[in-house]
């Protein structure tokens, strides 16, 4: 069954810590937003490959892959969505060293609630505008490799899909059903080979560089 998202997004905590995450996850419901938490990274890893979130907070501390691990398997610098290190006190070199491998910020614990909303509200706007003025203008003119050409509807789609629209507000902007962009997208997807919406963003990032 389909999920059900917040108007504002989704945000992945992740952290071994059943408080950290209980904590952050009341915080940041509480401010709009839908909130999956993780333990471990691979099991963010295993849902980072099919969705996307608005934004992720990833502690620098976790079993298994670290947080700094984690940042290189998702090709940080070129991730779709801000992503915050959460650090201790004595953690503040890794994290500087988070940021330098594509990591947004660090949010230090102990944290108050409301500040981490701010932030997050602030980023995840400061994210979506970027993205928009770097990726909508050059859409129409990208040229993807090898790959079958867009027609000039998809090329508007992707452009809307690109700056972070929603279906719906894509339809309300060229003026087609949310289901129409839906296929679109579905069809744009499998034009480019993209494996799903990380991956098409990625895709346009990179036919952005080289045009």
Known sequence: M???????????????????????????????YQVICFAD???LLAVARTRCPS??????HIPGKSGLDILKELQAEDYPAPIFMISGQGDIAMAVTAIRNGALDFIEKPFR?????????????????????????KIASLHFSGREPL????????????????????????????RTIEDHRAN?????GARNAADLIRMVMTASRNS
């Open 2 to 32: 389909a999920e059900k998202l917040s108007s504002r997004g989704e945000i992945f905590v992740v952290d071994d810590d059943p408080a950290v995450r209980e904590t952050l996850s009341m915080v940041l419901s509480a401010g709009g």
């Open 41 to 43: 990274g691979a099991a």
């Open 55 to 60: 934004c992720m907070l990833l502690d620098v």
């Open 113 to 137: 609630g409301s500040e981490i909303v701010a932030r997050l509200d602030e980023a995840i706007g400061a994210f979506a505008r970027r993205q928009a003025e770097d990726s909508a203008s």
């Open 151 to 178: 027609t000039r509807r998809e090329r508007e789609v992707l452009e809307q899909f690109a700056s972070g629209a929603s279906n719906k507000e894509a339809g309300r902007q060229l003026g087609i059903s949310p």
């Open 188 to 192: 744009i997807m499998k034009k480019l």
